[in-house]
């Protein structure tokens, strides 16, 4: 059975708050962390959209790619998958999120490589605790509607989505590979420069 395109989706749409500046445009070797997401990204899947909310739409650095506007509001980051299911029903999404300095290609390939036909995600665990990485894995065609139905009760949290599915779980090839950067004192200790 062959399996379906794959679309690549980096989320960019965050606020941010607890860095106290747009991750997104963090930079490593003169480039923003978006840049370097996509240029990674893209040569894996058939196309990459950075997820943005409307009022990001025209900031320089996200206008350079296609863009898929979230339409859900309250919802954090399913907001940006749910949106580009709605505009592209019938692909599978590679979701990785933008806060992920030390992605490689070979964890996104082996990812890529190893996606489950027939169950709504495939995901790393988490190497610090075992729990499914929601913000790098895949999100299978239809599985729109088992994240509906989750957010229909109330749950946002897409770790807890994905822990309550039959969640194809992968071992991580590189064990820092997903380690984020959500403040400052991640940043200290990361590649990322501030933004100048």
Known sequence: MALNALYGLILAG???RRMGQDKALLRRNGKSQLAN?????????????????S?????????????????????????????????????DWLVVACDLPNIDDETIRFLIDNRAEGRPFTAFRSSHDDLPEPL?????????????????????????MLIRSDTRLLVQPNPTSLDNVNTPGDLEKSVLEGIS
């Open 55 to 91: 009022d990001q739409r025209e900031e320089p650095e996200r206008r350079q790619f296609a863009q898929i506007i979230d339409r859900y509001s309250d919802v954090g980051p399913i907001a940006g998958v749910l949106s580009a299911m709605d505009d592209y029903p019938n692909v």
């Open 14 to 16: 965050g606020e941010s």
């Open 136 to 160: 790098c894995a895949i999100y299978q065609r239809g599985s729109d509607a088992v994240i509906r139905a989750f957010v229909d009760e109330g749950m946002t949290c897409p770790r807890k």
């Open 37 to 53: 997401l996509v240029a990674l990204v893209e040569p894996l899947v058939d196309r990459v959209f950075v997820s943005t909310r």
